[in-house]
């Protein structure tokens, strides 16, 4: 069974940091592409951020660009998302998901780990 646990959430006052784990439980780390979502109160559930299997390449939503930065460590199975620079507007639950075109349709989710910006 596939499961991919995401932790490191919280609440952070404008301009502060936060990084985001995505622990998978060893089934497909190595196979798939993983990434990460958002999903703010009232909006769709959004792409931003998300690295292939190698790690050789990384992608980013435009409004994330230069602020958060996505990487995996294979030894331990897990995906980070560091988020620097954080902003209001970046207040959402946030998802990591895997497939193997995970930007456009991931094939597995974990569960959401809430983040909340202060001005």
């Known amino acids: 069974q596939v499961q991919l646990v995401a932790s490191g959430g919280g609440l952070v006052q404008a301009g502060g940091s936060l990084r985001l784990s995505c622990a998978d439980s060893?089934?497909?780390?190595?196979?798939?592409?993983m990434g990460w979502f958002r999903q703010a109160p009232g909006r769709e559930r959004e792409f931003v951020s998300a690295?292939?299997?190698?790690?050789?390449?990384?992608y980013y939503a435009d409004f994330v660009k230069g602020r958060f930065t996505i990487s995996r460590d294979s030894t331990k199975n897990t995906v980070y998302l560091q988020m620097n620079s954080l902003e209001p507007e970046d207040t959402a639950v946030y998802f990591c998901?895997?497939?193997?075109?995970?930007?456009?349709?991931?094939?597995?989710w974990g569960q959401g780990t809430q983040v909340t910006v202060s001005s």
């Open positions: 690295i292939t299997w190698s790690g050789r390449q990384r």
């Open positions: 060893g089934r497909i780390f190595s196979s798939y592409e």
């Open positions: 998901a895997a497939g193997t075109n995970v930007a456009v349709r991931p094939d597995y």
